[in-house]
């Protein structure tokens, strides 16, 4: 469900009325397309993430004067959800679409922030049988699981062979890609579970909150089909910020990222990076690191995310 009419119409009629929230619009620039927000406290931030800082706040429905949009974090509201982002140059910054008064998700008219890849076709069960041969032990389920995975990984921008390759051989290696997997032997209330498997209070409590459902009461949830690929796609992009990782062809980093001692894991993941790689692209790159940097060598699993950023030296803003 898109945003109720009656809010579109409000703030329509406030746009038409040349008013926001601050006063009377601005000129707008030919080359922008004018729509209105809706709603109060909607956010501007300097990228299209929900980890990327408020470069500013508007109190109330808002003209908003956009030159083009982009994927980015997935928003749902009670109006409806969207993972585009528009870019509104006189504020710094972006908004989501999903608190722009408009049936659609993505705004009509509008081109893509400098073009974004094509995430070409998605992933098969032959793709990860062909990169993983004997760790899909059950193709049944790894079957049932890869629309909302396939999903999970559009809403993250995973979207070029090396960004694939890099998901992928992590979650193979941490759930042999099947959504519903709890950690062998693990008893603790919030032990391993799901895609990604997600542990600790400290990851269940964020990942809730930001989906809006009680992971700390029912952790259970955590590897559910509807839920097991979306907190996959939260921790690589808002509990850590990975895609830049993959893009580097950096699997040390990536492997530290995800919250385990190095050893000779880190070796089998790499290899497990190449062979999805080779399948993606029919061959491997040079270039590509197996190894930790020294300071992220130990268990990184309870650091925060600029905890980890300063130590992995990487972004901290998200794309």
Known sequence: ?????????????LALAGITAAGV??????QAAVFSTYGTGVNVRADAYLSSAVVRTLPGPTSIDVDCQKLGDRVTVSGGSSSWWAHVPALGGYVTVAYVSIPEDKLPGVPECGGNPNPGPDITLANVQAMFGSRIANPRLVEEGLPSLNRAMRDANINTPYRKAAFLATLVHESRLEYNIREIGDTRLYGGRGYIQLTGDFNYGPAGRYFGIDLLGNPELARSLQWSAPIA??????????????????????????GYPAGTEDLRRCDSFKSAIRVLTGSVPGGIICTRPSKLSGDTSKLTSTEFDRLAGTPTSKG
Do not use: E, K, Q
């Open 25 to 30: 619009i601005a000129a707008t620039p030919a």
């Open 1 to 13: 469900m898109r945003v109720p009419t009656i809010r579109r119409l409000g703030a329509a009629l």
């Open 233 to 258: 796609r939260w921790y690589w992009t808002v509990a850590r910020n990975i895609n830049p990782m993959a893009d580097a062809l950096h699997m040390g980093r990536v492997n530290a990222a995800i």
